[in-house]
């Protein structure tokens, strides 16, 4: 009976944290698509959520790294949200994608109009349209969400444990999830492995105590004739 109640609370605490994996890692300011080759144009989308309770999201901005530019950035208009590009003088300047760049686009910020802000459980979705994609290994866009009572998160951290990670898009570098997924998959077969041994184990347990339980109904069969005989 423990060992079913084990079971059974191993089961239920599994599906909770299967079912808090996805709703953590949806919580986080995203890139979508993360990957994007060199040289070429992409669409890329940043993914917002609102994580206060109390306070609503006005204001989104995102830094473009100076030392790795795009050789064009266009954004796509959101109802109820201003933009505004922000350039900067690159010195020495830059080649991309074999043009040369004086300036380049390094923060992109987006304000919200009263009644459009971010509210609690809301995902609100941004997307630029990037050409001459740097070759470079992966390229770090820095956020920056404000809220409606004046705090406000930074998206910069880097690493796996990162409490608020830093969006990435990669160009020449393999996307960590990739790195993930074959750690995961390596755990799945150790796992598997694990649990073909036990049930090997299990059915040989098995056997032997059939033999057992055997020997010991014919030992009492004979014990009993031996008895009814004397």
Same mark, same amino acid.
């Given at each position: ?114 009644? @459009? ?10 997307? +630029?349209? #990037? *050409?001459? =994609?740097?070759?470079?290994?992966? &390229? ?57 041994? @036990? ?10 105590? +059939?033999? #057992? *339980?055997? =020997?010991?109904?014919?030992?009492? &069969? ?9």
């Amino acid at each position: 009976m423990k060992k079913k109640t084990l079971i059974t609370a191993s089961i239920a605490a599994g599906a909770l944290l299967a079912i808090a994996a996805p709703l953590a890692a949806s919580a986080h300011v995203e890139v979508t698509p993360n990957t994007a080759a060199a040289g070429s144009s992409a669409d890329i989308m940043f993914r917002v959520p609102n994580e206060s309770a109390t306070a609503t999201t006005t204001k989104v901005e995102v830094d473009i790294p100076a030392a790795t530019p795009f050789a064009t950035v266009r954004y796509v208009a959101v109802p109820g949200w201003d933009v505004e590009l922000v350039t900067e003088t690159l010195s020495p300047p830059i080649t991309v994608d074999k043009t040369t760049l004086t300036e380049a686009v390094t923060r992109v910020i987006w304000t919200s109009q009263p009644g @459009s802000e971010i509210t609690d459980n809301e995902i609100r979705q941004f997307t +630029l349209s #990037v *050409g001459g =994609v740097p070759d470079t290994g992966k &390229i770090e866009l820095n956020a920056i969400q404000s809220y409606s009572d004046g705090s406000v998160v930074t998206w910069s951290g880097t690493g796996e444990v990162a409490e608020h990670p830093s969006p990435v898009l990669y160009v020449n570098d393999a996307p960590v999830a990739e790195h993930d997924a074959h750690a995961a998959s390596t755990s799945t077969t150790d796992a598997t492995g694990a649990e073909a041994s @036990s049930d090997t184990l299990a059915r040989l347990f098995g056997i032997g105590g +059939l033999v #057992v *339980g055997t =020997v010991g109904v014919v030992l009492s &069969i004979v014990t009993l004739r031996r008895t009814v005989t004397g």
